[in-house]
C-alpha cells in the first residue's frame, strides 16, 4: 500500500530491524502528531494513505525521536514527489502544539483509529502498542510494554482501540493499563481540531 507515514521508534520484543530488544526511544507526541496533520493538509498525492504506524524497528537513541516514512516497497521510496513532501514537513513542524499525550493500545499495524483521533481532536500521540505485539503474552510482560510505552511518551493516559478486540480483551487491557499507573480515557474527553 503507497503510505506517508509517522511513528514512534522502538522494540517491544526482538530487535530484528536495529535497536535493542524489549527497549522504546523517548517519542516526540506533539511534533510528530503534527507532522502527521501536516502530511494530511500537504498531500496531493491521491494515491498515499497517510497515517501512523504502531511502533516499530530501531535504531536505539538516547534523543527523543520518530521517523517519517514513505511506503511501502521500493518503487515508492524512489518518488521525488513524495520525498518533497516529507522534506518540508520537517521543516515545517512546529516544536510543541500544548495538547495531551496519548499512547495508543490496540489496533493494527497502521493505527487507523489512532491516526483518525489525531487528525479531528486536540491530542497527541507517542508510542502505540498494536494488538499483535500483545499476543500470546503474560499479564506481567503486557503491564510492562504499556509502563514503557508510557514512560517514554510522557504520559499516563492511554487511549483504547476497543472496536478492535473482543470485549474481554479490551477488559485486560484497561486493568493492565490501570494497574501501572494510566487512566483509559474516551475519545470525546478532548476537544475538537479548528475546523472538525
Known amino acids: 500500500m503507497p503510505a506517508l507515514t509517522v511513528h514512534p521508534i522502538g522494540n517491544y520484543n526482538g530487535s530484528d530491524l536495529g535497536g535493542r530488544p524489549n527497549t522504546l526511544v523517548k517519542a516526540c507526541p506533539s511534533m510528530m502528531t503534527d507532522a502527521l ?18 511502533t516499530h524497528h530501531g535504531p536505539y ?14 518503487r515508492h521510496w524512489k518518488r521525488d514527489d513524495a520525498a518533497e513532501l516529507q522534506a518540508s514537513v ?3 513542524v512546529p516544536d510543541s502544539n500544548g495538547y495531551p499525550v496519548l499512547i495508543g ?3 493494527g499495524h497502521y493505527a487507523p483509529r489512532f491516526t483518525e483521533l489525531a487528525l479531528s481532536r486536540k491530542v497527541n500521540f507517542g508510542h502505540m502498542l498494536p494488538n499483535y505485539q500483545t499476543e500470546g503474552r503474560s499479564d506481567e510482560e503486557i503491564a510492562t510494554m504499556i509502563r514503557n510505552a508510557a514512560e517514554c511518551s510522557g ?3 492511554a487511549f483504547l482501540h476497543r472496536k478492535s ?5 479490551a477488559a485486560r487491557l484497561t486493568s493492565l493499563a490501570e494497574s ?3 487512566e483509559v480515557i474516551k475519545s470525546d474527553c478532548f476537544e475538537p481540531l479548528d475546523g472538525n
Open 37 to 54: 496533520r501536516l502530511i494530511k493538509s500537504k498531500c496531493s498525492l491521491d494515491e498515499f494513505n497517510v497515517c501512523f504506524e504502531a
Open 61 to 74: 537513541l538516547e534523543t527523543p525521536a520518530f521517523f517519517l516514512e514513505i511506503g511501502s516497497d521500493e
Open 90 to 92: 520537517l521543516r515545517d
Open 105 to 107: 493500545l490496540g489496533g
Open 155 to 157: 504520559t499516563k493516559v
Open 165 to 169: 478486540m473482543n470485549g474481554p480483551s
Open 180 to 182: 501501572v499507573g494510566c
